[in-house]
């Protein structure tokens, strides 16, 4: 879990926990702002779309250091995440998708993109509520298809077999801006884990 290297560091009531998973309901679920009530019901409620600043205490030894930056996001009804897979999230709702295979279209041009870093088991009944990672070193799935060796320091682009997943094939409309490898040496094929750095990404420019 990408989670365990970092301690937050962000001005807020209470200690946050990158590892948490909540159900709608819950204590700490996002509250629903209107015009006459615009504030949270409760003061330490964690926000959608809230971003929280974090770093990591042993920066030398870990496979995720430095300073990142996680958001809290919405998980639908009846979908699973898995860490390390690449999600993008609806900005008005805040519920997340998993990046597709296929983003060669204007469709999701500029879509920001986040890393999982905590499993979610779906729930048929209930939105659920957790952090995804939008800035700094972390762990990221990639394709294990094909010749899929990654050199260290390049750019990544989003797979074209499984989705959620990076590649280092360079594809003008795959372009992850904000994104690249972290890994000190290559990576070979058949390992489904880089490291990479990442700068609140998106998907790149479609036709």
């Not at 679920?29 to 409760?42: F, I, N």
């Not at 040496?185 to 479609?206: D, L, N």
């Amino acid at each position: 879990m990408a989670t365990t290297a970092y301690t937050p560091n962000t001005w807020k009531l209470g200690s946050v926990d990158l590892s948490q998973v909540i159900t709608a309901g819950a204590l700490g679920a996002p509250y629903t702002s209107s015009t006459s009530s615009p504030l949270p019901s409760v003061p330490v409620e964690t926000m959608l779309g809230e971003i929280v600043g974090a770093y990591s205490p042993n920066p030398t030894t870990s496979t995720e250091n430095g300073w990142a930056e996680f958001i809290w996001l919405a998980v639908p009804t009846s979908t699973a995440i898995t860490s390390k897979l690449l999600y993008r999230w609806n900005a008005a709702t805040f519920q997340i998708v998993v990046v597709p295979t296929s983003v060669a279209s204007s469709a999701l041009s500029g879509c920001p993109i986040a890393v999982a870093v905590n499993d979610v088991t779906s729930n048929a009944t209930s939105v659920q509520y957790t952090w995804f990672q939008v800035t700094g070193r972390c762990q990221v799935l990639k394709s294990i298809s094909g010749t899929q060796n990654l050199q260290p320091d390049k750019p990544l682009y989003v797979s074209g077999v499984t989705a959620g997943r990076v590649r280092g094939t360079a594809s003008i409309f795959r372009t992850i801006i904000g994104m690249r490898s972290a890994n000190l040496a290559t990576v070979a094929t058949a390992t489904s884990t880089v490291a990479a750095y990442i700068s609140r990404p998106s998907i790149g420019p479609g036709v």
